[in-house]
C-alpha cells in the first residue's frame, strides 16, 4: 500500500478535503477535533496539498506542537510564502505564478529544513536553526485556515483525523466526506 496518493485519489484513504479552522466550532483554530494528528517535521515527504490560490490572500497550514499548542503557520499565496509564529523564522519567498484554478503544493519540515515545491518545482529551501528549528520539530498536529471546500491534502495511513474533519462539517458549509 502507497503510504501517499497520487493522481489526487488515494482508493483506501481518500483525499480529505482542507477543513478551514477559523470559525467559532473549532475555536478559531484552537480545537485539535479540526486538525490533522501527523508528525509532520518526521516525514520527508511533508504534505501535499490542492487548492485555489489568491493573489494577496494567503493559504494557512497551522502547526501545533505535541500538546496542541499552536507554535506558528505556514501561509502561502501565487505571491509569497511566510512562515510565522510564535518564534519568528524571518522566511519569506516570492514564488512563481500558477497556472489554473487549483494548484499542488508541497510543504515538508523535515530535518528542520522548510520546503516548498509548487507543481513539483521546489521554490523554498531553508534551514532552519536555533530556537526557530527546535520549535518546529515538534509540530504533531496540522490544521488549515482560510481555505475551500475544494481544497484537499493528500492522505497517509499515518494519519489521524479530527471528529470535524471526519465530518466535514468545521465551518458547518462542506458536505462531509467519507473517510
Request: hydrophobic share 35%; glycine share 10%.
Amino acid at each position: 500500500v502507497s503510504t501517499q496518493s497520487t493522481g489526487g485519489i488515494n482508493a483506501e484513504y481518500g483525499d480529505p478535503r482542507m477543513c478551514d479552522c477559523w470559525n467559532a466550532r473549532c475555536g478559531w483554530c484552537t480545537s485539535l477535533d479540526c486538525a490533522v494528528k501527523y508528525e509532520f517535521a518526521d516525514t520527508p515527504d511533508g504534505i501535499t496539498i490542492i487548492s485555489r490560490l489568491w493573489w494577496r490572500r494567503t493559504n494557512n497550514i497551522v502547526l501545533y506542537n505535541p500538546s496542541g499548542v499552536k507554535v506558528g503557520e505556514i501561509s502561502f499565496s501565487r505571491r509569497a510564502v511566510f512562515l510565522e509564529g510564535c518564534v519568528k523564522c524571518g522566511v519569506m519567498r516570492r514564488v512563481p505564478f500558477t497556472k489554473g484554478e487549483l494548484s499542488e503544493w508541497t510543504v515538508s519540515l523535515f530535518e528542520g529544513v522548510l520546503k516548498i515545491s509548487v507543481e513539483g518545482v521546489e521554490v523554498v529551501n531553508t534551514k532552519l536553526i536555533g530556537e526557530c528549528k527546535e520549535a518546529y520539530a515538534e509540530i504533531s498536529y496540522i490544521a488549515f485556515s482560510r481555505s475551500t471546500c475544494e481544497g484537499q491534502f493528500l492522505s497517509t495511513p499515518d494519519m489521524e483525523f479530527g471528529k470535524h474533519l471526519r465530518d466535514g462539517t468545521c465551518d458547518g458549509e462542506c458536505e462531509p466526506l467519507d473517510l
